[in-house]
């Protein structure tokens, strides 16, 4: 629907005169919010919390909001509560606080007013600090002004429509970068409830505004809220934008090029804790598959069962004929530790009866059934196609030693650290060749390390620099006397520079 400039410059002015009592009831303390539904934000955000939490002793509460299940399964929700954070579904907080608009940007204000939080800091999924930031709370800029905003590398052209609309002059100053922002919830209520009524008319205001961003400094600006700048320029580095501390130290590091499970994720000079953050994210493909998963509708019966499962906890899941190994069902849905097809659990209604059904990247591996002796049985329905069994652990919670020789389990968490360090470094012949070195010389201590390796190829996408690594690998123990090339892949750790693009109504901010 159109709607004519003085039209909606009438309605903003009177969104602006609102009163909006602030409920003070509802909110207490102070805490972390994050926005970070879907497998690619939540990628950024597990390795952003995990990092405040183990390295930078962060003790802040945080809260992670998503836009329903289809963004968030229960396996990613169990993952964040390890973590200390809460998962925050906004469509049940807008059963309770309707809402007409939420979409990524949209729902980053909404996510501020209902956090359980009287003092915020609203963080981006992909921004990693580099300290922790709770000292942020307590510094004067904060305690004055009740708002602290950071500078972006643009400002809001002369002639942006936003002036006009919003009746205010026009300002020679730096747009908000709302990648970070520290909001006192209880003094910047009203502004907050205006920015909030802009963003949900996204349908109109994005048309000269980039998203979120600035729907917080012209609500601010209008309403006269008093808020505190940071005056010190942002550091940019590849595809990341630095943000200062008030005192000028780099804090925050809002990383564009967002981590990712099954690709290339580029290193960045000048990024501090890289290091950190990729040994979490190393760890996070061990817990997951990149993928949200939801259990299907199911009866109450098949409920109760899975709570069953879940309480007694401990199995061992048995390839016959193949290999063994201790799980656990967890009452999240996931498998702990999970593998290529083994990362989920849930029993399912079927025409037979109920069935446990264990899947992973997308696939389903197994439907067991369970027997009288109280084993579950069935097939692995992936190649090869083996009996599988899952058998509960005794009474002393004691479950049978894995088959496999007692060196298996360290070779095989070798092999990953190999493959992890070889991604890491820049391909050359040496690499190459050192690789196809390190192989062999695992492979003559246990041949599954081959198994394992062609295991490797299936589980990741033909193009990405992991599923090369592996094929030089296996190239190499197979043929290895004919090479002189060392197996050597191109790099794809090229990444493109992504600078704010310049579109209607802004320009580049030169002070």
Not at 218 to 244: E, F, G, N
Not at 250 to 258: E, G
Not at 282 to 304: C, I, K, M, Q, V
Not at 420 to 437: M, P, Y
């Amino acid at each position: 629907m159109s709607i004519s400039c003085e039209e909606l410059k009438s309605r903003l002015a009177t969104a602006a005169s609102a009163d909006y009592p602030f409920p003070a009831d509802r909110f207490a303390g102070r805490g972390v919010v994050i926005c970070a539904g879907g497998a690619r934000l939540f990628t950024c955000a597990w390795v952003a919390i995990a990092l405040l939490r183990r390295h930078l002793a962060c003790t802040l509460p945080i809260e992670v909001w998503h836009l329903g299940p289809g963004e968030m399964g229960p396996p990613m929700r169990g993952l964040l509560e390890e973590l200390g954070a809460r998962p925050v579904d906004a469509f049940e907080v807008a059963k309770r606080h309707p809402v007409e608009r939420l979409g990524g940007w949209e729902l980053k204000p909404y996510a501020v007013m209902h956090s359980r939080f009287r003092e915020v800091l609203l963080l981006d999924a992909d921004n990693v600090p580099v300290r922790d930031p709770g000292f942020l709370f307590d510094r004067p800029e904060f305690r004055d002004a009740g708002t602290v905003f950071w500078p972006d590398t643009v400002r809001l052209s002369v002639d942006n429509d936003i002036w006009a609309v919003s009746g205010l002059r026009y300002r020679d100053a730096p747009s908000v970068e709302s990648g970070q922002m520290v909001l006192d919830k209880s003094r910047c209520w009203r502004a907050l409830s205006l920015c909030h009524w802009i963003n949900q008319h996204s349908d109109v205001f994005y048309r000269f505004l980039h998203g979120d961003k600035d729907t917080f400094l012209i609500a601010w600006l209008m309403l006269s809220q008093p808020y505190h700048l940071i005056p010190h320029r942002p550091k940019q580095l590849d595809s990341t934008v630095c943000q200062r501390d008030p005192d000028g130290a780099v804090l925050f590091q809002h990383r564009k090029a967002k981590w990712i499970l099954d690709g290339n994720n580029p290193r960045i000079d000048g990024f501090r804790l890289e290091w950190e953050c990729r040994a979490l994210l190393r760890e996070l493909d061990t817990l997951w598959d990149g993928r949200s998963f939801n259990p299907p509708p199911r009866s109450d019966e098949a409920r109760r069962l899975e709570a069953d499962l879940a309480r007694h906890r401990e199995f061992r899941l048995v390839r016959v004929s193949s290999d063994e190994r201790r799980i656990e069902l967890l009452p999240d849905h996931r498998i702990q530790p999970g593998r290529q097809h083994e990362r989920y659990w849930h029993v399912a209604d079927t025409p037979a009866g109920l069935a446990l059904r264990i899947e992973g990247n997308g696939l389903r591996s197994c439907a067991l059934r369970v027997c009288a002796d109280g084993t579950w049985r069935g097939r692995f329905l992936q190649a090869p196609g083996m009996p599988v069994e899952l058998v509960p652990g005794g009474a002393d919670g004691s479950v049978g030693q894995p088959r496999e020789g007692p060196d298996h389990e360290p070779l095989m968490s070798l092999i990953e650290r190999v493959l992890e360090s070889a991604a890491l470094l820049s391909w050359d012949h040496e690499v190459a060749r050192d690789l196809v070195g390190a192989m062999r010389i695992l492979a003559a201590l246990d041949p599954a390390v081959i198994e394992r390796l062609k295991e490797e190829t299936a589980r990741w996408t033909s193009t990405s620099a992991r599923a090369q690594i592996v094929r030089a690998g296996l190239t190499g123990l197979a043929n290895l006397a004919q090479r002189s090339d060392g197996g050597v892949i191109a790099s794809g750790h090229d990444w493109p520079s992504e600078p704010f693009k310049l579109g209607r109504g802004y320009e580049r901010f030169d002070p």
